[in-house]
């Protein structure tokens, strides 16, 4: 992380500011059942960081004295593998509140967690699932030799239970990750060769495709450094930036919260250490933050955030804009 965050601070990136805060990003923990190259959090199963019951408390009475959030968004690591994951739902649809599961498919059938995609379904949980490529070698390669088939099976539960089926308004949707440095394929085109190939071969079902740009930090931006591709990288996400996607970065409505409950402008900028200040110095933590505050805030950036403005654009939710379309494939 070090070397990645020298590179990348100083930066000529537009400057930025809170619109206000609509979703919260929790990071449950980096623990993790799979230890994927592309992952921008290092996750894996060794790691051991979680969130505590304590600060899991703190955020849910942050949402119940914040009514402009609309959105809980889980991630990790594994989100699942927390202990106190259910609980948070549970309180968070209580409260009114969209929840996403950052859900990486193969955690629904390790041991413990068979009853996960029926838990989701009851409390009608949108999912979005990291499936790199709809080619069986390209996501083993990515993700571990035997991840495709897992994640197909878990696919396959999630739809026996009305997800990724037009009527029944539980939303399942995959996300792309390139598998090197480069930008991913415009995602109207790339989502539709998704439908088709996993629909026609698989029999398998999903609402929407989200197409994210590879950041060059942690496990990924090691990976550049060590390869002598990061300065390239980096050169390709700035000649592909487009002012037009400013407008809709995810930093303009969001704030990312780590698992000791520290607050940042978004999940990159938690794995770089760029914190949102606290109101005496040092980082901002949940139990202190409060809307009104961090509404028309500035925002932390730094080179990674080209990230995000390449091409169409990247954020949590897909593309922000359109491009045109090539012959689509997930197997760059």
Same mark, same amino acid.
């Given at each position: 992380?070090?070397?990645?965050?020298?590179?990348?601070?100083?930066?000529?990136?537009?400057?930025?500011?809170?619109?206000?805060?609509?979703?919260?990003?929790?990071?449950?923990?980096?623990?993790?059942?799979?230890?994927?190259?592309?992952?921008?959090?290092?996750?894996?199963?060794?790691?051991?960081?979680?969130?505590?019951?304590?600060?899991?408390?703190?955020?849910?009475?942050?949402?119940?004295?914040?009514?402009?959030?609309?959105?809980?968004?889980?991630?990790?690591?594994?989100?699942?593998? *927390?202990?106190?994951?259910?609980? %948070?739902?549970? !309180?968070? =649809?209580?409260?009114? /509140?969209?929840?996403?599961?950052?859900?990486? $498919?193969?955690?629904?059938?390790?041991?413990?967690?068979?009853?996960?995609?029926?838990?989701?379904?009851?409390?009608?949980?949108?999912?979005?699932?990291?499936?790199?490529?709809?080619?069986?070698?390209?996501?083993?390669?990515?993700?571990?030799?035997?991840?495709?088939?897992?994640?197909?099976?878990?696919?396959?539960?999630?739809?026996?239970?009305?997800?990724?089926?037009?009527?029944?308004?539980?939303?399942?949707?995959?996300?792309?990750?390139?598998?090197?440095?480069?930008?991913?394929?415009?995602?109207?085109?790339?989502?539709?060769?998704?439908?088709?190939?996993?629909?026609?071969?698989?029999?398998?079902?999903?609402?929407?495709?989200?197409?994210?740009?590879?950041?060059?930090?942690?496990?990924?931006?090691?990976?550049?450094?060590?390869?002598?591709?990061? *300065?390239?990288?980096?050169?390709? %996400?700035?000649? !592909?930036? =487009?002012?037009?996607? /400013?407008?809709?970065?995810?930093?303009?409505? $969001?704030?990312?919260?780590?698992?000791?409950?520290?607050?940042?402008?978004?999940?990159?900028?938690?794995?770089?250490?760029?914190?949102?200040?606290?109101?005496?110095?040092?980082?901002?933590?949940?139990?202190?933050?409060?809307?009104?505050?961090?509404?028309?805030?500035?925002?932390?950036?730094?080179?990674?955030?080209?990230?995000?403005?390449?091409?169409?654009?990247?954020?949590?939710?897909?593309?922000?804009?359109?491009?045109?379309?090539?012959?689509?494939?997930?197997?760059?």
């Amino acid at each position: 992380m070090h070397a990645t965050l020298h590179l990348l601070t100083h930066t000529d990136f537009p400057a930025l500011t809170r619109r206000g805060v609509e979703t919260l990003q929790l990071n449950l923990g980096y623990r993790c059942n799979q230890s994927c190259l592309h992952c921008h959090v290092n996750a894996g199963p060794k790691r051991t960081e979680e969130m505590t019951a304590e600060t899991i408390d703190a955020a849910i009475d942050f949402i119940s004295a914040s009514p402009g959030i609309a959105t809980l968004d889980l991630t990790g690591g594994a989100p699942e593998l *927390n202990p106190q994951f259910r609980r %948070l739902v549970i !309180a968070a =649809r209580a409260r009114g /509140l969209r929840v996403i599961d950052r859900c990486n $498919l193969t955690i629904l059938e390790e041991p413990g967690f068979e009853d996960m995609a029926a838990f989701l379904a009851t409390h009608r949980v949108e999912i979005v699932a990291s499936l790199p490529c709809y080619l069986e070698e390209n996501v083993d390669q990515q993700r571990g030799k035997g991840v495709f088939e897992a994640s197909l099976r878990g696919l396959r539960q999630l739809n026996a239970l009305g997800y990724g089926r037009a009527a029944s308004g539980l939303l399942l949707n995959l996300v792309y990750n390139p598998q090197g440095p480069s930008l991913p394929p415009p995602q109207a085109a790339l989502q539709a060769a998704y439908k088709q190939h996993l629909g026609e071969k698989y029999g398998v079902a999903f609402n929407e495709l989200f197409t994210l740009a590879n950041m060059p930090i942690q496990r990924f931006g090691s990976m550049l450094i060590s390869k002598g591709q990061f *300065n390239a990288y980096m050169n390709t %996400l700035r000649a !592909a930036h =487009r002012d037009e996607n /400013l407008p809709q970065v995810m930093c303009r409505s $969001l704030v990312s919260v780590d698992w000791q409950g520290y607050l940042y402008d978004c999940d990159f900028n938690q794995q770089l250490g760029l914190a949102i200040p606290g109101p005496t110095g040092g980082r901002l933590h949940i139990s202190q933050a409060s809307l009104a505050a961090l509404e028309d805030a500035s925002i932390r950036i730094a080179d990674h955030c080209y990230g995000c403005t390449a091409g169409q654009g990247s954020s949590c939710g897909g593309a922000l804009g359109h491009e045109a379309a090539p012959a689509p494939t997930c197997a760059a």
